[in-house]
Every structure is written in C-alpha cells, then in structure tokens.
C-alpha cells in the first residue's frame, strides 16, 4: 500500500494568516484527494487533485480559500487561506490504489 | 443519492466478548464497501473491502465484515474484542465507476477490560 506522509503534523496559526500543508506519497499515484476531519467526527471532501488538471472542489469549497497544487505524481499542497477558528480541524490527504484508498497522518491545525 | 449509515454513535463491548458495528448502505450501482479504523490521534487505516465474491471478508488485526445485499448492510464483526480495538470505526462506500467515498458518521467501540 502507498505510504503518505504530511507536514506539518500539527500547526497553531493566528487568524488571518495562510498555512500550507504538503502531502508526500512514495509511489506515483493519479488520484489524490483532501479531507477535513472535526476530532471524532466524519470526514468531508474538500477537492479532488489529479495530476495535470485543475483541482475540483466539493460544494461549500473554493479555490481561493484552499487552492491546491499537484506539480507532479507523489506531491501535493493544500493551503488554508485567511484562516479563521472555523477552520481549526485535521487535514488529511489520500492516494486511490487499485480499489483502495490510503491516508495521510493528517495535519492538525489549530486557529487562534 | 448514495448514503452511508452508521446507527451507533458508539458501542461497549467487554474484553474477549464478541462485537459488531453496523453499516447499512445506499448507492445506485454495485457497491465497493470498506471499513477504516482511527486510532486517537492517528490516521485512517485501511481494514478491510468488498468488491465482488464472497460475503464475508477478511481484514486487518482479526476483523472481518459481512455483506448483505438484500438488507445492504456491511456490519463489521470480531470473534473476540481486544481493549486494543478501542477506537472510532468508519464504514464507506463508493459505486464502481466513481472512485469518491461516501463516508458514514463513525462508530467509536469501546471495549472494556
């Protein structure tokens, strides 16, 4: 299975500032995709990544809060823009291989 | 609309008892189904799938899951609970031609020694 690795693992940011977090894989995958996980609760989709194209964005999502890079087949960033407390949760990135889908650690942000 | 149902927000089981976590599931074409575990403060982990062929599939740390297409149900089951087991227990699902997860609300499991 595709081992992901994510930085940061945490991170304490102040209101308005911009954090990005990066997403490692160590194998070539096509598929890549972004979640937001309130501790304990479920997950939610925030874009889908491919290589090569534009990145999609769920509804209640935008580019311009979370743009997204994807400049190759093992590498992604996602940033939180104008960060506010609502955007206190934890990051997570996850590669498609085969049927399955793996994750990253995740990144635990806190906005003060 | 697809969906994913998980009716327990959590569930108790003694130590060396045996468990099961409910998933009952909709989605307009055949159903790829997985379960995933969260340790705290952990990633997701991959435990285990059904595509096609038999009902009943094997995962990860002795876990295994039933499916039943007519109830479209996908509980998760374990012989014997280990305190080890203690953790938040997502169902998801997808059809075949989306590779988009459709995730339940999560059941934590407790297991008591």
């Known amino acids: 299975s595709a081992v992901i690795s994510q930085k940061p693992s945490r991170d304490i940011c102040q209101r308005g500032t911009s954090l990005t977090i990066q997403c490692q894989v160590d194998s070539q995958v096509t598929m890549m995709f972004w979640y937001r996980q309130q501790p304990g609760q479920s997950l939610t989709l925030i874009a889908t990544?491919?290589?090569?194209?534009?990145?999609?964005?769920e509804s209640g999502f935008v580019i311009d809060k979370f743009p997204i890079s994807r400049p190759n087949l093992t590498f992604s960033t996602l940033t939180v823009s104008n960060m506010s407390p609502e955007d206190s949760s934890i990051y997570l990135c996850?590669?498609?291989?085969?049927?399955?889908?793996?994750f990253g650690p995740g990144t635990r942000l806190t906005v003060t | 609309a697809q969906s994913v149902a998980q009716p327990e927000d959590q569930v108790n089981v003694a130590e060396g008892n045996p468990l099961t976590v409910k998933c009952t599931y909709s989605v307009s074409g055949n159903p790829y189904l997985f379960w995933y575990v969260q340790y705290p403060n952990r990633g997701l982990q991959f435990l285990l799938k059904y595509i096609t062929g038999d009902n009943l599939v094997k995962g990860s740390y002795g876990f295994e899951a039933e499916f039943n297409k007519s109830q479209t149900s996908f509980h998760l089951k374990k012989p014997s609970a280990l305190v080890s087991d203690s953790a938040l227990y997502f169902c998801?699902?997808?059809?075949?031609?989306?590779?988009?997860?459709?995730w339940g609300a999560g059941t934590k499991l407790i297991i008591k020694p």
């Open positions: 996850s590669v498609v291989e085969g049927v399955e889908q793996y």
């Open positions: 990544a491919n290589q090569g194209s534009e990145a999609t964005y």
């Open positions: 998801a699902v997808r059809d075949g031609s989306n590779y988009q997860l459709i």
